[in-house]
């Protein structure tokens, strides 16, 4: 998988997308909101699940499989780069935030939480969707899916800015093992779908 980390890391670095997300992060460190955490790990999933597309367009799927690479580790490969991505990110950021405005270990675990949690449920998303159709109809559902996210968090935003929700630590621990869930289902579904698509 070592080729196909390299190549993804090769068409986002001419994008100059690490020099813009090393950026983020350093405003992410300096935002009184952890919401830019939210939304930092939304852009980084949106940016590393569309090489997906990318590749559909370049040459087509079948010209990567000519290579020692199967579909499962293709799969495997786009949702550590987006999982990793968007976390690694999202965390550093929101790391930041709770450390320069004195978040207590609690509202530190909620941001992390919430990070985690809205990185799985994106990847879980549009991987599928992304594999199943590809470049036709996945952009407008990647589209539906962020208004969705923006509206669904601003509905349960609470009266303090500071902290995005008030969980208990049994609810944190719950999400965390949704997303995992999620995680899990989703990678199992886009094998399927990759391994009975006709490329």
């Known amino acids: 998988m070592k080729g196909l980390f390299a190549k993804d890391f090769s068409i986002l670095n001419l ?6 997300l090393a950026l983020l992060t350093i405003t992410g460190f300096f935002s009184i909101l952890p919401w830019f955490s939210l939304m930092l790990a939304a ?3 949106g940016w590393t699940t569309s090489t997906i597309t990318t590749d559909q367009l370049d040459n087509g799927w079948p010209a990567l499989f000519v290579f020692p690479v199967s579909r499962k580790q293709y799969v495997r490969e786009k949702y550590i780069l987006a999982l990793f991505g968007a976390n690694g990110f999202g965390m ?12 207590d270990a609690a509202q530190s675990q909620i941001v992390f939480a919430e990070v ?3 990185s799985a449920l994106l990847t879980s998303v549009l991987i599928p ?11 407008k559902a990647v ?9 669904g968090l601003k509905l349960i935003q609470p009266a303090n800015p500071v902290v995005p929700f008030v969980f208990s630590p049994g ?7 949704v997303s995992l869930g999620l995680i899990a289902g989703s990678y199992a579904l886009s094998i399927h779908i990759l391994q009975t698509k006709d490329l």
């Open 171 to 177: 609810i944190v621990a719950l999400l965390v093992l």
């Open 92 to 103: 550093l950021a929101g790391l930041g935030s709770c450390l320069i405005w004195h978040l």
């Open 116 to 118: 985690f949690a809205l």
């Open 15 to 20: 994008l100059h997308i690490p020099l813009i």
């Open 143 to 151: 589209f539906i899916l962020g208004l969705a996210c923006v509206f």
């Open 43 to 45: 852009i980084v999933t």
């Open 129 to 139: 969707v992304l594999f199943r159709w590809s470049s036709s109809g996945a952009d």
